[in-house]
C-alpha cells in the first residue's frame, strides 16, 4: 500500500507532526517528500506502517485512477532539493504558525477538497516524478513562468502539465528559511491565477532530490538497537598465569605497565611490552616464586599468624636482573605488600621511590627505579581458577584528608561546646529594683 495519509480540512497540524514523526524513523534509502492536493476529490487510503517508504511502483498505482479518465490540470512545483526536515524546521511544527515558511502551502491543503502526502517516496532519480506524471497525463510537460501564468491560456479540454521551478538555499546567499518562505509566496500566486482563471487543477509539490541523504555504509556500520553513549571500553589484556604439575593455576599477576630504570638505561623500560614467560617458576603451600620477562623474579610466602588467626601472604622480595650487564638489584615489600592468603593483593602504584612499597634490600637497589601500575598478584589458594580473588587494596580507609577533617570537626565542636556551656553558666540576677517601693542603696562606707 503506497504511503499516504488523507488530509481533511483543519487537519494542517495533524500533516506537520506526522512528517515529524517519520522524521524519527530513519533509513539509508534517499526519499523525498511529495504533497497532493485538488479541487476535485482523490482517492482515499489508509495509513501505511510508521517507516514505510513508498516506491515508485506504489506512486504509479496511486496514480492510475487519480487521471485515468478525462482531462486533467497538473500542477507540479518542483523544487531543487527537498526533504522532511524542511518541513520540521521551518514548518511551523511546535505551533508558532508565525514562523513558519510554509503558510500558503498549509492554506491550500486546509481548503483543497481534499489531499494526500507521501512524507518517504522512494527517491530513484531528478526527472522520476516528471517522466511518471507525463506518462499518466499522455502530455508534454510545459515549463511555466509564475509571473508570466496569468497570461497564459490553457485548453482545458485536454491534461495539462505545468511545471514551477522553485530554487533551494544551497546556491544562494539567502538564508533556507527565506529561500523556502519566497517559494511558498510563489505557490500562492500561481494558486490565485489558476483560482481566478476559475480552473480545476491537481497540485503536486516535490523536490528534484532529497536535501539531507543518509549514506548506506554509514548507517550499516552503526549498532542497531539503543547504546550507551560512552566509549567503547579498551581491550584488555589477561592475566599472566603460572599452573603447577597438576595443571591448576597457582599464581596470578596482572599489571598495566611494569616499568624500571636501571643506571645504565635512560629513562624507564616497561616490562609489560616484552613477551612474558614463566619458566622456573614454582609454588607450594607455603612459597611461590613467579620469573617474569627472564628478568623479574616475585617470590612470596604464606604463614599463619596467631593474632588474627589466619593465613596471610606477603610479597618477600623483587629481584631484577639485566642480563647484558649482569646487574640485579633486590627490594623488599613484605612491610607494605601483604593480604589474607586467600585474597589477591591490588595496588594502584606500587613504587620503589614515591609512596614506597618497595624498600631496597642493598646497595645496588638504591639506584633502581621500579614502578607498577596498577598492579595485582595473587600466589595462594586461587579458587576461582583463572579469575583473581577478592582484592585486599593498599589504600588505607582512613587517608591524610579523612584524618584532617576529622580532626578540624572535633576542634570546632570542641568549640561550640565550650560556648554552648559558657552561655548556660549565665545567671540573672536575684534581685531588682521596685519602682513603687523604696530604692535599694548601697552603703558606700564601712
Not at 507532526?17 to 482515499?44: D, E, I
Not at 500562492?188 to 532529497?210: C, N
Not at 550507551?228 to 571500553?233: D, K, Y
Request: with cysteine; glycine share 6%.
Amino acid at each position: 500500500m503506497a504511503e499516504s495519509r488523507n488530509f481533511s480540512k483543519g487537519s494542517i497540524m495533524a500533516f506537520i507532526f506526522f512528517f515529524a514523526a517519520f522524521l524519527a524513523s530513519g533509513s539509508s534509502t534517499a526519499q523525498v517528500p511529495l504533497l497532493m492536493w485538488s479541487t476535485k476529490s482523490l482517492p482515499s487510503l489508509t495509513s501505511p506502517p510508521a517507516g514505510h517508504i513508498t516506491s515508485m511502483e506504489e506512486l504509479a498505482a496511486y496514480l492510475s485512477p487519480v487521471f485515468g479518465s478525462g482531462s486533467n490540470t497538473v500542477l507540479l512545483f518542483l523544487q531543487d532539493k527537498l526533504s522532511k526536515d524542511d518541513f520540521t524546521m521551518f514548518g511551523g511544527a511546535f505551533g508558532n504558525k508565525q514562523e513558519s515558511a510554509f503558510r500558503n502551502l498549509e492554506a491550500a491543503l486546509q481548503s483543497s477538497s481534499s489531499s494526500v502526502s507521501f512524507p518517504a517516496l522512494e527517491w530513484t532519480g531528478e526527472s522520476a516524478i516528471p517522466t511518471l506524471l507525463q506518462q499518466k497525463l499522455s502530455a508534454s510537460p510545459l515549463l511555466v513562468d509564475p509571473d508570466t501564468l496569468s497570461h497564459l491560456s490553457l485548453n482545458t479540454s485536454t491534461s495539462n502539465l505545468l511545471i514551477i521551478n522553485l530554487p533551494y538555499c544551497s546556491d544562494s546567499l539567502k538564508s533556507c528559511k527565506e529561500v523556502l518562505s519566497n517559494n511558498d509566496e510563489t505557490i500562492g500566486k500561481v494558486l490565485s491565477s489558476l483560482k481566478a482563471k476559475d480552473v480545476s487543477y491537481t497540485a503536486a509539490y516535490t523536490g528534484l532530490q532529497p536535501s539531507q541523504v543518509i549514506s548506506k555504509s554509514s548507517s550499516l556500520n552503526q549498532q542497531v538497537g539503543r547504546t550507551l553513549l560512552q566509549a567503547p571500553p579498551a581491550d584488555v589484556k589477561a592475566p599472566i598465569i603460572f599452573s603447577n604439575a597438576t595443571g591448576r593455576p597457582c599464581i596470578m599477576l596482572w599489571a598495566q605497565n611494569l616499568t624500571i630504570s636501571h643506571p645504565g638505561s635512560q629513562g624507564f623500560i616497561d616490562l609489560a611490552k616484552e613477551n612474558a614467560s614463566v619458566d622456573g617458576s614454582m609454588c607450594n603451600n607455603t612459597n611461590s616464586d613467579n620469573f617474569l620477562f627472564f628478568s623479574c623474579r616475585f617470590a612470596m610466602s604464606q604463614r599463619f599468624y596467631p593474632v588474627s588467626a589466619r593465613n596471610w601472604f606477603t610479597l618477600d622480595s623483587v629481584q631484577v636482573l639485566v642480563r647484558p650487564s649482569g646487574q640485579t638489584a633486590s627490594f623488599v615489600g613484605r612491610h607494605g605488600i601483604y593480604a589474607p592468603a586467600e585474597y589477591s593483593f591490588h595496588c594502584q602504584s606500587v613504587s620503589s621511590f614515591r609512596d614506597t612499597l618497595l624498600v631496597p634490600a642493598n646497595q645496588n637497589a638504591t639506584q633502581w627505579k621500579l614502578d607498577f601500575v596498577d598492579f595485582q598478584i595473587q600466589g595462594f589458594r586461587l579458587a576461582n581458577g583463572t579469575n583473581f580473588s577478592y582484592a585486599s587494596d593498599c589504600a588505607g580507609f582512613f587517608t591524610a584528608g579523612i584524618w584532617m577533617g576529622l580532626v578540624t570537626s572535633l576542634l570546632l565542636l570542641l568549640i561550640f561546646v565550650y560556648g554552648l556551656h559558657m552561655i548556660m553558666q549565665l545567671n540573672t540576677m536575684d534581685r531588682f529594683d521596685d519602682p513603687k517601693g523604696p530604692t535599694i542603696s548601697v552603703p558606700q562606707s564601712d
